[in-house]
Every structure is written in C-alpha cells, then in structure tokens.
C-alpha cells in the first residue's frame, strides 16, 4: 500500500496551508476530504482522484477506496490542525490504513488566540467539537475560568440534536446558570477566521445568549493580566 497522509490545511485561507504539507498533496494520487477543506487546497487538486465526503459516508468511501489504493499515495486533509479536534477520525483513520503519518498545520485557535491577544502558555485549550459526552469539558472550563485562565474554546455544533448543542449562547446560558458574573466576562467570537467571511464579536458573555454563530466558530474568553520580563528585572541585576 501506498503512504497515508492525515495533513492539516489551516483554518481556510490558502495562505494558511503550510508549503511542507502543499508538496505532499502535490505529490498524492488520491484526496479524499469535506467539502469545505478540498475547497481551501482546491489549487492544489489538479489531476488528483479526488472524493468529497460527508460524516455520513466518509466510512463508505474509506472503505471503498481500501483495495483499490495500490500503491498509490492517499491524502485525507483536515481544516486546521490534524492534531486538534479530529482524533475520532484519524483513530478510525489508523484502524482502517494502519500506518498513517500526520502533519501538522496551522489551526483556528492559534488565529483566535493571536487576533485577542491571549497567550496560549497561559491558556487553556478546550474542544467541545466531539461526539462523546462533554460533561467533564463543561467542568473544565469552569474550573479553568476560576482559576484565571484565559479559554480558547471550540463550540459544538449539533443543530439536529438541541440536548448536544453547545454553541456560543448555550454557553453564555451555561455559564450564568453555574452562577459567573457572565455581565462582566470578556469574550471574542470568531467565526469563518482567515477567509473572506470572518467576521468576529467581541463583547460581554452576556451578550451572547440568543445570538446564533456558524459551525466554524472559536471562542476566546479573555482573562489576560499583562506580565512582561519588566517585571522580573531581578534576572538581570548583579
């Protein structure tokens, strides 16, 4: 069998797809990905066997494309980083093609985190876009407000089943409900980031119930207290 390739294409804009994983799919036979993710790397398809897939017949296609692979070379891109937010795919990935190398790429938290001026080092990186429960999430991103940290948050969108949905308002709900002063909560809500489309709210937490936000959203509780090297000038003196 040919090699295998799970990459990451960044958050959208095809400025974003590293030149490292650009020669990999230049280099590929086949593609197989979403919709929205061939679209960012759509120059880059020329001449590829290439197959859209959706959650509901991604399993069909990987299956399918199995014994007629050969030793051709078979990319299966994902937006942002391969390695955030997509290891129920990849772990099926694995368990399907066996050897798979994963790249990296730039993902929509990194953007997020930079456009609200929130440190990933004094962060926490929570990820609600999953299909199991998400109980303990909730959890930790309480625990992760209280003790001060600023959150880069990926929403779950799950329109079809309201009790799974937990988007942007249902968290502001959330939150008030568990009793955060959600008036005075600094948050940034970035949807469709580095594309033509990006748009972004910044505001109170408050200020998100009953706001409706597409399923490419990331959220940024900002909780920053600036802390510079001026204040640790001890390091430098004799």
């Given at each position: 069998m040919g090699k295998i390739y799970a990459v990451g294409v960044g958050p959208g804009s095809p400025k974003y797809v590293t030149e490292h994983v650009k020669e990999i799919i230049q280099n590929c036979h086949v593609v197989i990905g979403y919709k929205y993710t061939l679209k960012t790397i759509e120059s880059l398809l020329e001449g590829k066997e290439v197959y859209e897939v959706t959650m509901n017949n991604q399993e069909e296609s990987y299956q399918k494309i199995l014994p007629e692979l050969g030793e051709r070379s078979l990319v299966i891109p994902f937006t942002g980083?391969?390695?955030?937010?997509?290891?129920?795919?990849?772990?099926?990935?694995?368990?399907?093609?066996?050897?798979?190398?994963?790249?990296?790429?730039?993902?929509?938290?990194?953007?997020?985190a930079a456009k609200a001026q929130v440190p990933l080092d004094k962060s926490k990186v929570i990820t609600m876009h999953v299909t199991a429960s998400i109980e303990e999430k909730k959890l930790e991103l309480q625990k992760a407000l209280i003790d001060g940290f600023s959150v880069v948050l990926v929403p779950r969108p799950w329109p079809k089943r309201p009790d799974k949905h937990f988007m942007p308002s249902e968290i502001a709900v959330y939150l008030r409900k568990n009793r955060f002063d959600t008036d005075n909560m600094k948050v940034h809500v970035f949807e469709s980031l580095t594309t033509e489309n990006e748009t972004s709210f910044?505001?109170?937490?408050?200020?998100?119930?009953?706001?409706?936000?597409?399923?490419?959203?990331v959220m940024v509780f900002n909780q920053v207290v600036l802390d510079s090297y001026m204040n640790y000038r001890w390091q430098w003196k004799n």
């Open positions: 980083d391969v390695n955030f937010s997509e290891s129920e795919v990849v772990d099926r990935l694995i368990e399907i093609f066996g050897k798979v190398e994963i790249v990296p790429g730039i993902s929509s938290i990194q953007v997020a910044v505001g109170k937490v408050k200020d998100l119930e009953g706001k409706e936000f597409s399923d490419l959203s």
